[in-house]
């Protein structure tokens, strides 16, 4: 299972809430298994999951009509499917059902709701919690829902607590820890598959279009491909153009796609040719500051003094100016989980955190370079994802 | 340009506005050019543009540092960029920077207005509409900073504004036409490379990575594909797996990626050998119903009415029992912009509209069925985006 039902029941229990509604794509999947595809590729579409605090069991699924077939499939274990909307869908007359079309069926022959959130205040309704303390995943609701909720529900106390379920996911299951790892050496492979055809005079384009095919043959999509080269590198969120790779300028890679919904980032850099002095001192450096983050982390120890360890590395190692604002974060169904890896953040590590380390610098006039790799944090230390190692590719 | 100006405005005239803040992806890129990344591609990151309604050439972008170099790109139209938050970019001592580097610069130089929310108050006080009504389009902000900017703009009147963010973008510019174009294009030439490889004994999932690299190849990014053979087909939403392709069943396939941030959505079918008798009547009957959709639409005809033809059609045609909620939608940077071809909808066709065609049919036990095709509205009639025809295609 996805979700870390204990987890988010602590964060329940804390909060002192009755049931959560996950609201948000990300939070309605790890929550139920439910892909609710428009909600993930569109903004507006509702789609929500109700978890009461006591009998998470009783969990309720509400879905347009027209998603009812993702509902269905068999990775949502949540089994109190509520729909809203008309949609039409026909069946072979006389024809027995089975499998996914059964419980398509079953799950039409259910009464429409009318909207989103009249199906969830009636699914609050019906499990007793009309007068209770309801925490609301606050980002993926819209605004006059929300108010549509606070008149259907007059006696209930509503909460926003999208924090709650950031805070659950911050420690992975197995399921999710092994999604994570595939999705990871998917993007490694990716790079390597992208690196193999890099050449002088071949373009970023070129580049980037073989690393999102090899994602799409390794079993992922493409999300995130900032690619760039030379000088272009240097732009944060570079993405690639017809610009031609020079020899001796380092070309950037910060990408990840999705692998059954899970996410990958990592980056690494490679040079046609020889590299100068200064990128080999420089690539070094961020390589050494990324590996004494990660033989750092272990559970307990403080995340800001990784990443002072880190920035102070790098500093030590080779680029004396090094400064970062963080120098990782956790990964999960969202790009960004917690922990952020930032001087402020005194939160300690956790086993099951899933994190990606990394120590890029930007700077404009030479280039980018970044080494950026993900990991699971296992109860003495980490497990790291990478099938590559950072070091500066030469070609 | 992107952005409807004249519509807008006009938008804002109806509603009485002084201004309208952005802050959905799609709405901000449309207004600004700036393609603000991580909200594309996550849940929560805030990225506003701000259009005074008497001097929107006065509009201004609100960016994360961290994506300040998206905001220094040639495609950002709006000249006034204001930041917030730490990040750390360096640039090469004593060297002159130039062209994008030194946009970025320029915009690095600027104050770190502290948070989003604080940035936009800002802008709007420098607008001097402080006091003024502003449309808010409600669904990216985050629900604490709308009750943010509330405290900050005590004088000001906040509404929420989507509707007339979605009423612009109804009507396209050129620029928005010609890259539309292109991705529906993009996804015609895609679904032929995947039929060009359907055999019997290939997987939907085979079909699915040609589908998705040949959208790579030719310069577009995946978002929607759902393939799927035989009775899976009858899912709506059916995501590709292992199954293996039967001669006589239908493939279907409702897909469409990205091209330079707009959307495509087309629909076709095919079967590998002979089809039956029943698909053969059945799907020249929805060919039958889009196509006569397709010749009805021009300027001023009312949206309803093409709705009840297409069905009519349809029903005439082969599939006595036929019926739709809607057999249509508007596309542009989302995947569903106005209008709605729905049976309550009394709005007429304009000149300019980008609308899907679709007239789908899903039986459960047997396959799904939908051609759907993609145009722009002319001034008398339609200008199809199409490569391929509808038709059943027999491999």
């Not at 429409?112 to 919690?129: E, F, M, P, Q, T």
């Not at 190692?317 to 999960?332: L, S």
Request: hydrophobic share 40%; glycine share 8%.
């Amino acid at each position: 299972m996805l979700l870390n039902i204990d987890r988010l029941q602590a964060g329940m229990k804390n909060a002192g809430l009755d049931a959560l509604v996950a609201t948000t794509p990300e939070n309605v999947t790890y929550t139920s298994g439910f892909w609710a595809m428009s909600q993930w590729i569109r903004r507006g579409p509702q789609a929500y999951v109700l978890i009461p605090a006591k009998n998470p069991d009783d969990s309720s699924v509400i879905a347009n009509t027209g998603m009812i077939d993702l509902a269905a499939d068999s990775d949502v274990w949540v089994r109190d499917v509520r729909r809203f909307g008309k949609f039409i869908v026909d069946a072979t007359p006389d024809l027995k059902l089975s499998g996914q079309d059964q419980r398509m069926q079953e799950l039409l022959d259910r009464e429409d709701d009318g909207d989103a959130v009249k199906s969830l205040a009636r699914a609050i309704k019906d499990r007793g919690l009309q007068s209770a303390k309801i925490g609301i995943d606050e980002i993926g609701i819209l605004p006059e829902y929300w108010d549509a909720l606070v008149e259907l529900l007059p006696d209930a106390k509503l909460t926003r607590a999208s924090g709650i379920f950031r805070y659950a996911r911050a420690i992975k299951t197995a399921e999710e820890i092994s999604r994570l790892r595939k999705s990871a050496q998917i993007a490694d492979l990716s790079i390597a598959a992208a690196f193999d055809i890099a050449r002088e005079g071949a373009t970023e384009m070129d580049l980037a279009k073989v690393f999102h095919c090899k994602t799409i043959e390794e079993g992922g999509l493409p999300v995130l491909g900032c690619v760039g080269t030379g000088p272009r590198g240097a732009m944060t969120n570079v993405q690639p153009n017809e610009t031609k790779i020079v020899k001796g300028e380092v070309i950037r890679f910060d990408v990840g796609g999705r692998y059954r919904h899970y996410r990958a980032d990592i980056a690494r850099n490679a040079v046609v040719g020889d590299a100068d002095a200064k990128t080999v001192r420089y690539h070094k450096a961020i390589c050494a500051g990324m590996y004494r983050a990660i033989e750092m982390i272990k559970p307990g120890v403080r995340v800001a003094d990784v990443f002072d360890a880190a920035v102070e590395t790098v500093r030590r190692e080779g680029i004396a100016h090094y400064q970062r604002n963080h120098i990782g974060h956790g990964i999960g169904l969202d790009g960004y989980d917690a922990p952020n890896i930032a001087p402020s953040n005194n939160e300690s590590f956790e086993e099951g955190m899933v994190i990606c380390v990394e120590t890029p610098y930007y700077e404009m006039g030479y280039a980018g370079l970044q080494a950026e790799d993900t990991l699971v944090v296992t109860r003495d230390g980490v497990d790291s994802f990478m099938l590559s190692n950072a070091a500066l590719r030469l070609l």
